[in-house]
Nanobody, 128 residues
Framework: QVQLMESGGGSVEAGGSLTLSCAAS????????MGWFRQTPGNEREGVAS????????YYADSVKGRFTISVDNAENNLKLQMNSLRPEDTALYSC?????????????????????WGQGTQVTVSS
């Protein structure tokens, strides 16, 4: 049984940094993708970053390229999202997700369609 739990959200000023963590159990990293998604009220969930096959493949939304870094610590069963140069538009509920590599890649690593396990989310608020 896969279980995901996010932590590390909070409130920061624009230009600041936060690191989100996702404690993952039951995930086989070599055959899975894990991703970070975000959602604001009234909007669809948006793919932020994804990492696949034990960390060898990474994908980023254009809006976060160069600012966010996704990584996975296999030994600690932990997915991280380092967020730098935060902007007010990064404010959202951030969730981690996991899914089989073949399905995620076929449906798009930043699409929600390939992921079948989700955490509850952690709120990130960036003030101007």
């Amino acid at each position: 049984q896969v279980q995901l739990m996010e932590s590390g959200g909070g409130s920061v000023e624009a230009g600041g940094s936060l690191t989100l963590s996702c404690a993952a159990s039951g995930v086989t990293y070599k055959s899975s993708c894990m991703g970070w998604f975000r959602q604001t009220p009234g909007n669809e969930r948006e793919g932020v970053a994804s990492i696949c096959t034990d960390g060898t493949l990474t994908y980023y939304a254009d809006s976060v390229k160069g600012r966010f870094t996704i990584s996975v610590d296999n030994a600690e069963n932990n997915l991280k999202l380092q967020m730098n140069s935060l902007r007010p538009e990064d404010t959202a509920l951030y969730s981690c997700a996991a899914g089989p590599w073949s399905v995620v890649v076929a449906r798009g690593p930043l699409s929600t369609l390939g992921y079948n396990y989700w955490g509850q989310g952690t709120q990130v608020t960036v003030s101007s």
